[in-house]
Structures are given as C-alpha cells and as structure tokens.
C-alpha cells in the first residue's frame, strides 16, 4: 500500500504543468483567411476587414493592421529562407521553353527549370532578381513586394496561353487592349516542346493555386493552349476551382479535334524531337473527348483561313490557315464562332481578333452587342 502511494505521489509530482506562456496561441474564429498561405504561413481578416492575424500553420504569431502582419511575415521567411543565391541582376529573354512559370503575381513571376529542377524570380521587365529554391525564390518575392508596396491584383484575371513552340509576347497587342478594359492579365510561359498535356495541365494548376487577390480567372488560348486549358479543367480536386469563379475562354486556331498535320509527323523523327511529348498529345487520336472534354464554361473559338475550300495549305483538306484546318478547330458546345481570313501563326495580332477577344471576355459574343 505505501509503495503504490509512493508511486502515485512520483507520478503526479514528476508531470510538468505547462507555462500558460508557452501554449502556442490560436487563432479566433471571427478571423478568415482570403488568400493562399505563404510558405505555411497564413494571414486572416476579421469581418469588418481592419484587424488581421498573422498564423504560422494554426499558431498565432501576430495580430494587428495588416501592414504589422505583412512586414512581420516578410522578416520570418528572410529569417528563415533568405532571399535566394548571390544574384546579378541581369535581363533574361523571359523563358521559352527551358522554363515554366510556377508563380505569377502583376508581371512578377517565379520559374522553374525544366531540366536543373532550380527555380528564378522574374521581375515584369524580364529581370532575374533571385534564384535558388522555390522557398528562397518566393521569400525573395514577398520582400519585394512589401518594400515597394507593389499594387494588389485584379479581380479579374485573365491568361494567356501560347502554342506549341511560341512564347507569350506574340500576345502583346491583345494584352495592351484588355488591361485598358480592366483586366489584368498573365502572359504565362510554359515549355511547350519539353512536357506532356497533362504536365502542363498541371504546372497551370499549381499556378493557379498560388493566385492572390484574384476572384474571376478567365483564359484566352493559341493552338495548343486551347488543349492545355481543356485538360486542366478535366482535373478534379484542384484547390483553385473552390476559390475562383471560372470566367470566360478564347481559343484561337485550336486543334480541338486533333491536328491532322500532327498525325502525320507523328513517326518523323525530327518531329517528335522538335514538338516533344505535346506533339503527340496534339495529334488526332491523342486528342479524346473523355480525357480532354469540353469545357465547363462560355467558350468560343476564332479560327483562320481564306474562307474558301482550298485555304493556305495545299497539302491539308478544306479550308485551313495553314496548320489546322477549319474543321479541327470547331468544338460542339461553343457559345460562338468566327472565321478570320488570317493565318495561324499571328492570328491573335490581328485588329479583328484582338477586338472580337476583348467583346467575348465582357460579354460572350464576338461582336458587339447590336451589330
């Protein structure tokens, strides 16, 4: 009997109460989050939108005005992270397709290299500001940011995605016309030669899951950019698609039935190392309907030709703009059509398709309402 009393008295005596100062303070449910986490750390607002907090995981860390929250949360990632490798601040020529855009925020954006796995930081002028690891890269970024008091996103988005071999300053006149009607946008590069579909599928969602301030996404497509987009919305449990409404979408000169050009080159060696594994994605029988469905949203697709039955091409049937013929790009489903007699390559430079974009985007038709 006394040695269980003995044990007993150990037991209660041996067991450390812990210091109230040292429980990791949580957050209050009148707080919520409107962005994406940062490198695990969150920032919440209170519904009258002038207190926030500022969590790493579900610790408290701060509570205060925004600015506290956002100055103290660039401090702990340069703690933690820094803000990358010694740097030289020198141009870059923006990507192509050794790079795929994993981070996108007005102009700014992180890429990653397709080969050495490493990652930059772009600035809108095509300056590499940092390199290193995706966390030195993003650490880098969120200083800047909070420095030079960068402006916040739109809330609506819309992206650009080039085709196959392109990148996206092809885009530039088109770009200039939305931003003046008050979208912001996104000219993403992505490697088209060097990826699958559904890699590029991918890396889009991840993007898109890093998205701030942005509530509506909509998208505007050359070539094989229509097919991108196709295969990211057959992805299911993105966590972009529980945040941001799903506007509008473009497809200019898409291969929506699958290229016959593509299907013929598919065996040619060249071909196969010049177009890489889109290349066979792109061809008739890799383009599905049950792995690339039509699009949960408005859409309407502009495509190229003479508006005759011969089109650019002599060596393809029907009317074409040289790469795909008018009947590849007609997907069932499109909310409207037009043919422009314009060829593949820089359709969307044309006056005629850079007005028709920015009329769909607001309002789902190509022309404007009355005509």
Request: aromatic share 8%; charged share 25%; hydrophobic share 40%.
């Amino acid at each position: 009997m006394r040695i269980g009393l003995l044990f007993i008295f150990f037991c209660v005596s041996s067991c450390q109460v812990p210091d109230p100062q040292s429980i990791p303070k949580m957050s209050s449910p009148e707080f919520s989050s409107s962005r994406p986490s940062v490198l695990g750390h969150s920032i919440l607002s209170d519904s009258s939108g002038e207190r926030f907090q500022l969590l790493e995981g579900e610790e408290l860390l701060l509570e205060g005005t925004l600015e506290e929250c956002e100055q103290k949360l660039a401090e702990r990632l340069f703690q933690r992270y820094g803000e990358g490798r010694p740097n030289l601040p020198l141009p870059t020529l923006g990507g192509l397709q050794l790079w795929a855009d994993v981070f996108w925020r007005g102009g700014w954006r992180i890429q990653e290299h397709v080969y050495a796995g490493y990652f930059r930081l772009i600035s809108p002028d095509r300056v590499r500001h940092a390199w290193g690891t995706w966390e030195e890269c993003r650490s880098a970024f969120e200083g800047i940011r909070i420095s030079e008091n960068l402006p916040e996103a739109s809330e609506r988005l819309v992206i650009f995605l080039h085709g196959l071999g392109r990148a996206g300053g092809s885009f530039a006149s088109m770009q200039e016309k939305l931003e003046v009607s008050g979208f912001d946008v996104a000219t993403l590069v992505y490697p088209s030669t060097r990826r699958s579909l559904d890699e590029h599928a991918q890396q889009l969602a991840h993007l898109l899951d890093r998205v701030e301030g942005v509530l509506e996404v909509s998208f505007v497509t050359h070539s094989l950019g229509g097919l991108v987009v196709r295969t990211l919305l057959a992805r299911q449990g993105d966590a972009w698609r529980t945040r941001l409404r799903l506007g509008r979408i473009v497809m200019l000169a898409p291969p929506s039935q699958g290229s016959a050009v593509a299907e013929t080159l598919k065996d040619f060696m060249p071909f196969e190392w010049l177009a890489g594994p889109s290349g066979q994605d792109v061809t008739a029988s890799g383009v599905e309907a049950e792995r690339i469905p039509v699009p949960p949203c408005e859409f309407g697709v502009i495509a190229g030709g003479k508006n005759d039955d011969r089109g650019w091409n002599p060596l393809l049937v029907g009317d074409d703009d040289g790469v795909v013929t008018v009947e590849e790009t007609r997907l069932p489903g499109a909310t409207d059509f037009l043919l422009v007699e314009r060829a593949h390559t820089f359709i969307m430079r044309a006056p005629e398709v850079v007005e028709a974009t920015r009329n769909f985007l607001l309002a789902g038709i190509f022309s404007k309402s009355g005509e």
